[in-house]
């Protein structure tokens, strides 16, 4: 495999990472967050400075920008989740800015606007791959126990869903730290797959990127958030499309989205092991009824 | 069994303001354990209001309801729901997201006991308690006749059979108190019929207490065992059907004076 294509691999992996803490976040549970940026941040850099700055190896830097997200989280959670969605969304823009300034203001720990150099490019393929399953399997589990039922439940009315048993505010802190930690991670890595960060590799258009994947696929379909990742990290890197158009396409899409499809690409379709199954023994029958006529 | 008759709900004294609206005024319910009961009174009377007051979606202004002799007032709703009593709504909320399996699924789940930790990881013990939740999703949709329905999603199903599955959530829910909201809402005589039938089924089946808000006289007088009238708030009249529907109180209340 060439070193490009390498590359390109390893960057869409780490942004389906990401993309999987915004399916549980807004596609589940339906809060919208433009903070899932932020918590990249955090983990680039603590994996990034816990290099540079005090020896330690990319594993133990993960471990503590997971640390420090979950603690960010809890503080963030605990002050904006209680407020309503639109509310929401403005305070978790408003947290990404702020980490994104403070990465800025403490230039002398952090290198300031001129950001961190000198980390070593030592993420493989092998080991996003790994990260992305063990996040895909995390997220299914999700998905398909009471965790997932809890979440559309609320999603859906609010209400409702406290007065069938679900502690709302409980759950919805619970899927924010989760999304935090897939954040951490994500950034953690793409710190250790570049050779450099800065604070404006964190800026509020990364979270809006992760929106529109989650939205285009399907709030409903983790298989239609993956595939939509994939669709729109690869594409626009094997076309060679700048990255100044990326935003204009994206609005596009989210457009047509809305206006052809409002249920996002895949609706509530999720690939399955029986479907599968099932799927290759029709094919069987089929052929061997043709095999027959 | 303990305390058969003893009382399940007091409502004491209880007020309710919204603004300067005074939409429940020092009203007071005793509710038998066991009862099929029901709260009647022309449209205004305060009725949902009581209901949402008992459920905790509303803290009152004064006074007290107790649960099972546990004061429950300035409970959450989901802690109410934790306690025992469960509930459905006038305007039908079902969730839209979940197909009608696990529209019932999501409210027998609730109290499964694994944690979000587990829940991620997918240890064995909670694919075993997701299993056990299943039959009784079966047995709750079997009781209120949705069988067959599992893969369907709410929205697409007859409004007849939206009131069903929302009785079958707030069942799987396990209550001790189920309050339905007026049930029969927009059903047509014969679903009337069909749903009082499962009412008394599921009063016996499961021997809960049932209170219901009703709009139906012929469903309120033949089903229920006891009555409360409300009129602008207040509790006008109390006693079993026959008598209520005597009352010179209750009379002036809906035909006027």
Not at chain 1, 106 to 121: L, Q
Not at chain 2, 106 to 119: D, G, I, K, V
């Amino acid at each position: 495999m060439s070193s490009y294509l390498t590359s390109v691999l390893i960057f869409t992996g780490i942004n389906l990472i990401a993309v999987l803490g915004m399916f549980l976040l807004m596609g589940l549970t339906g809060l919208l967050s433009f903070g899932q940026v932020g918590f990249m941040a955090i983990g680039a850099y603590a994996a990034a400075l816990g290099y540079t700055k005090f020896g330690l190896p990319f594993g133990i830097g993960l471990l503590i920008g997971i640390v420090i997200s979950l603690l960010v989280g809890l503080v963030i959670g605990t002050v904006t989740l209680k407020l309503k969605n639109d509310y929401f969304a403005l305070a978790t823009y408003g947290f990404s800015e702020v980490i994104k300034n403070v990465l800025i203001y403490f230039s002398s720990f952090t290198g300031g606007s001129m950001g961190v150099f000198g980390i070593p490019a030592s993420v493989t393929l092998p080991l996003v791959a790994v990260i992305f399953l063990v996040g895909l399997v995390i997220t299914r589990n999700f998905k398909v126990t009471k965790l997932g039922r809890n979440s559309l439940a609320i999603r859906n009315d609010e209400l409702a869903a406290q007065v069938m048993g679900i502690n709302v505010f409980k759950h919805k802190l619970s899927v924010f730290l989760l999304s935090a930690v897939f954040g951490s991670v994500a950034g953690s890595l793409l710190a250790f797959a570049t050779y450099y960060i800065e604070p404006n590799l964190f800026d509020w258009n990364r979270s809006i990127s992760l929106i529109v994947i989650v939205f285009f696929g399907g709030i409903n379909s983790l298989t239609g958030a993956v595939t939509a990742g994939l669709a729109l990290t690869l594409l626009p890197e094997v076309l060679h499309f700048g990255a100044e158009w990326r935003m204009v396409i994206y609005t596009f899409i989210i457009i047509v989205t809305m206006i052809f499809r409002p249920t996002g690409l895949f609706g509530r379709w999720e690939i399955s092991g029986r479907q599968m199954m099932d799927w290759f023994r029709n094919r069987g029958q089929r052929s061997a009824a043709r095999g027959r006529g | 069994m303990k305390n058969e008759q003893g009382t399940i709900l007091h409502v004491d004294n209880v007020t309710m303001r919204f603004g300067g609206v005074v939409a429940v005024n020092g009203a007071n319910i005793r509710l038998r354990r066991g009862r099929l009961a029901g709260i009647i009174g022309p449209n205004g009377a305060g009725k949902t209001t009581m209901f949402n007051l008992i459920s905790g979606v509303y803290t009152p202004v004064e006074g007290e309801i107790r649960f099972k002799d546990q004061a429950i007032t300035g409970k959450s709703p989901d802690e109410i729901t934790h306690l025992g009593i469960s509930r459905t709504f006038q305007n039908i909320r079902l969730f839209e997201g979940l197909n009608v399996y696990d529209n019932v699924k999501m409210a027998a789940s609730c109290r499964s006991e694994y944690s979000f930790l587990e829940a991620i990881l997918g240890l064995p013990k909670v694919w075993k308690l997701e299993r056990e939740v299943a039959s009784e999703v079966e047995y709750y949709l079997d009781l209120v006749g949705l069988s067959g329905y599992e893969k369907v999603w709410p929205e697409n199903l007859a409004y007849g059979l939206q009131r069903k599955l929302e009785i079958a959530r707030a069942l799987a829910s396990k209550p001790e108190l189920l309050l339905l909201d007026e049930p029969a809402a927009g059903l047509n005589p014969t679903e009337v019929q069909e749903l009082m039938e499962i009412i008394r089924h599921i009063h016996k089946e499961l021997d809960i207490t049932i209170l219901l808000i009703e709009h139906h006289m012929d469903m309120v007088m033949s089903i229920c065992e006891e009555l409360w009238v409300m009129n602008f708030g207040a509790v006008i009249a109390n006693g079993d059907p026959e008598s209520v529907q005597q009352d010179p109180e209750v009379l002036k209340a809906y035909l006027g004076s």
